[in-house]
């Protein structure tokens, strides 16, 4: 076994050791995400020492790695507890990090071991992709542990690859995620970005820091996601953070991105809260009130929509996981989708099957759009729809997807000429999942839905193919939830 190996069996040794005293995945590597940190700043430190190059760290040394390994027991736990209140005050990516954490781990001891075993490993030298695959390896178990609740920040690997893939990110573009989580999105765009490739000095000191940016609303989870990239080499001067904390919902941040790869949060209700009476009083609205929005909703999907078409630079491109009712909801969602229709080159829609994410039940979509500059036509001419839905199912246990699932779309796509695609459809062919619709047809539709199929669903007509129980199950809690919210705003505007 390689030294490598049993680093990620050691740690995920002793995090079972912690789960028994109560500690939850997530738990476990919030702890493991500060003690790394301090760890490899110190060897950041000595390393630059011993070559007598500049290095200045943004820890104070009363709080750097060497002021914990000096100590032991309760003084040990109670030094850790200020060390983290005080970095937490700090700004930049320091601040992300630690920002409102706590110690988690009530024996000193146990602490103390945790210390030592990430101090006995010298973490800079270590490869990239060994650092990386670790800390995504419990990033994908903290997100299977139900009771965490933190699969909703987790989206499926082989679906992030292969929408990478066609989106094919170069050196030199911005990516950014406005509700990048864990940071999935971000690190695969950096893979494609930098795979089989060589780098000068100034292309490295930009891909590390002029590359990849992100919105997490969630403190515990945007510090996950800065030491992700921190662990893949993104933001290793320590000085801003790449991941702004905050609702990226609430405003228009004023910078423009080159692509935008996204799986906003499933739900249809805002973050926002602004005060709206007529009199005066203070009222919840979950409406987002933006003047470069083109509809006032408090649909969280259809916000994330026009908020992505904001961020696109000129020629810009997005790839971002809607829910169904953004293709076919009416009113306020009827009239984002004509606008982008008409104002952007909507040209690829993946229809993706229920059960590839953690919150089960979900019909989720992949739409593709470009920016380009408004013109008298539509700069839509023509949305290919590849229906991965119909007659295919996943679970995330017994049948979940792999890459290799996605090479048809991914080849359909032909990211090489994408005006060059042949559908797989046709009428000598009915059972095709390529399929290209023109303008005219689209916008004739029923409330301009793009919620377009035409393959015969097997389970409608053979009761032995029917969904999962669990599946089913999951899609009535779905439907209850929304009910129950539905009630909840209509009880809200009668006490209004």
Known sequence: MSNSSQLVQKLWNYCNVLRDDGMSYGDYVEQLTFLLFLKMDEERREAAEAFKTPFKSAIPKTYNWNSLIKRQGVELETHYRLLLDELGKQSGLLGVIFRKAQNRIQDPAKLERLIGLIGSETWTGMDVDVKGDLYEGLLEKNAQDVKSGAGQYFTPRPLIQAIVDVMNPRLGNRVCDPACGTGGFLLAALDVMTKGKTFNREQLKKLQHDSVYGWEIVDSTARLCVMNLYLHGVGMNGGDSPINVGDSLTRDPGVRFDVVLSNPPFGKKSSVTISSDKSGDKKKDDSVIREDFWATTSNKQLNFVQHIKTILSENGRAAVVVPDNVLFEGGVGETIRRKLLQQFDVHTLLRLPTGLFYAQGVKANVLFFDRKPVGDKPNTQK???????????????????????????????????????????????????????????????????????????????????????????????EDLKDALAQFQDLVGDLEG
């Not at 949305?383 to 359909?412: G, M, V």
């Not at 059972?431 to 839905?449: C, H, M, P, Q």
């Open 383 to 477: 949305l290919w729809i590849y229906d991965f839905r119909t007659n295919i199912n996943f679970t995330l246990k017994q049948k979940p997807l792999a890459k290799a699932d996605l090479d048809e779309f991914i080849a359909c796509f032909n990211t090489k000429n994408r005006f060059k695609r042949t559908p797989t459809w046709s009428e000598d062919n009915p059972e095709g999942r390529w399929r290209v619709f023109s303008y005219d047809e689209l916008i004739a539709r029923d409330k301009a839905s793009l919620d377009v199929f035409w393959l015969k669903d097997d389970s409608l007509s053979d009761n032995s193919k029917l969904d999962d129980p669990n599946v089913i199950a999951a899609q009535i809690l």
